[in-house]
């Protein structure tokens, strides 16, 4: 849906700034800014315990700068993914903590990414269902 658009007469330059107790701000080379939206498409309730392996979203060839929950649906998610665990980021992947999630539940997410075009997958195991990757096209 949404694609990395290249301006040629455009250079951006993001820098990123730590909290109180952070890293030093740092320059981002080659940013990106991906949204990612996550759905319980089927019909029933997935309680966490089936949630064998986390969901992973991983950004091949990018570097996860940060990632944020910037919305879901119901808001309630958001503090069930608190207290069920941080978001974590390492390298190019981004992992939801295991979280109970009824059907229609969804989970918007953006990253700040450094680096070129690449490839998304999700993976994860989840007792009874099925996970797929149905937008997106990785530029």
Request: hydrophobic share 45%.
């Amino acid at each position: 849906m949404y694609a990395d658009a290249v301006l040629p007469a455009v250079t951006v330059t993001v820098t990123v700034s730590g909290g109180p107790d952070g890293p030093a701000p740092a320059d981002v080379p080659d940013p990106r800014v991906a949204v990612i939206e996550i759905r319980s498409a089927g019909h029933a309730s997935i309680p966490a315990a089936d949630v064998h392996v986390p969901l992973t979203v991983t950004l091949t060839g990018r570097q996860v700068i940060s990632a944020d929950i910037v919305d879901a649906e119901p808001c309630s998610v958001i503090r069930l993914i608190a207290d069920h665990g941080p978001l974590h980021h390492e390298g190019g992947t981004i992992t939801l903590p295991p979280i109970p999630m009824n059907p229609a539940d969804e989970i918007r997410l953006v990253a700040l990414l450094s680096g070129a075009q690449a490839g998304i997958t999700c993976d994860g195991h989840i007792h009874g269902a099925r996970i797929s990757r149905v937008v997106g096209n990785g530029a």
